[in-house]
């Protein structure tokens, strides 16, 4: 199976297809995505783009970082 990240699809929506995006992500910078409170709030309504966005990240880096772990990002 392919591992693909759609920019569309909620941060929870993505960890629900690939559980390991939690550790990816907050060595990203995204630490709170580690409490289970946060990713089933926040994480139902914020998308990759908005959380680089709040967070002050580029989404450049982010994608780039994600395409060398082997994920294929669809805009």
Known sequence: ???????????????????ELVQILAE?????????AMLKTAGRVMTLPKGAALKG??????????ARRGYSVIP
């Open 1 to 19: 199976m392919e591992k693909a990240i759609d920019l569309n699809k909620t941060v929870y929506e993505l960890v629900q297809e690939h559980p």
């Open 28 to 36: 990203l910078g995204f630490a709170s995505i580690t409490n289970p």
């Open 57 to 66: 990240k580029d989404l450049e880096e982010i994608k780039g970082e994600l």
